[in-house]
């Protein structure tokens, strides 16, 4: 039996496809931050989580509140439609030894096999971005190994004020300490926004090595030090090699179910203030409303994600209604479950219907983030 074994098809533009990482070359998911399930933007940030476009996290300890969105300022002639933007609005500029404020991406295990991490012959990466900011000078952006605490920094500058420009930056192979192989997270891509001394006090770890905090910030500017300060970022590609090929963009289905594996979003209400969550729901008590849920395989069981209020949510049921105030789940897999509700909830034993948004501020979705 004959095979033929290649790296890369290389077509007429000389941009080629990886063919290592199952039909994606780009390591990260949602890099041209164009799903946003979540929604558009999200005020008063100065906290852990998902805020607006999906896979991207923010990080932070006492670095000033903020305004996250997907924004239409994007660089002119490069096929992006929106970027992620952040706009201080309450400022620090006198920062704690503990003050960090980093953007990130989490990476599962199983993803990153094929970098040959903790071997002789491991990968180099390649990080390549476009972004912008009214505030030059220097920052920084790390690759981070939870799998066993390592971690390598590098710096880029922006050079010009409020101009979008391309960085490009190459991590060497780590020959030490292999990624699990699992669904949980192994690799974490920061941008560093702020870094007060407890990360910034030491000499800049720009080779692998076991972390060291005060290493990993070295240099940073402080980005939350006024409120006229914003900071812009798309095209973020990682990938195997020594060198930046052109961003991978990917159709818009393809984008969203690799987004789907981490958090779905069910039912908005500021989309739709009646959308319909399930059919086929159940009263299994006159105080518990049961709806079997099918959703896209997830990478783990999935806990709930909504806005909750009075008679936030709506049973219908013949021809009569029953609102109530918030949702659970109930025996989650990451394929389907129950949910359900026992909060405000007085039905009829036994009756039968849907369950659907009663309110514009609702929001009901699905999260298995890392």
Known sequence: MSELRVDKVSPRSGTYISLNTVGSKNILINGDMSIAQRGTSATSVNTNGYFVCDRWRSDFVSAGTWTQ???????????????????????????????????????????????????????????????????????????????????????????????????????????????????????????????????????????????????????QVNLADSTANEWLITGVQLEAGTTASDFEFLPIDVNLNRCLRYFEKIANGS????????????????????????????????????TSGTDYFRYQRDGATEDFNSIKIYIPNYLNGLIYSDDGFTGTSGSNGWVQLNNSSAYLGLNAEL
């Open 69 to 219: 969105s997907q924004s239409t300022d994007v660089p002119s002639g490069q096929g992006f439609a929106t970027s992620f933007k952040w706009d201080c609005t309450t400022a620090n500029a006198s920062l704690s030894a503990n003050s960090r404020l980093f953007f990130q991406q989490r990476v599962e295990g199983q993803n990153l096999q094929y970098l040959k991490k903790g071997t002789s012959s491991a990968e180099s990466v390649t990080l390549s971005f476009w972004v912008k900011s009214n505030k030059t000078g220097t920052y920084i952006v790390e690759l981070f190994d939870t799998d066993n605490t390592r971690q390598i920094s590098k710096s880029y500058t922006i050079d010009s004020a409020s101009t979008w420009e391309k960085k490009t930056i190459t991590f060497a192979g780590d020959t030490t300490g292999a990624f699990d192989n699992d669904n949980a997270g192994s690799l974490q891509l920061d941008f560093f926004l702020v870094a007060g001394t407890d990360w910034s006090s030491g000499t800049l770890n720009t080779s692998w090595g076991a972390n060291v905090s005060a290493n990993r910030a070295v240099g």
């Open 271 to 306: 989309e739709d203030a009646d959308a319909v969550i399930g059919s086929g729901g159940y009263v299994y008590q006159t105080n518990v409303l049961a709806v079997n849920y099918q959703w896209y395989p997830k990478r783990a069981a999935p806990s709930i994600y909504q």
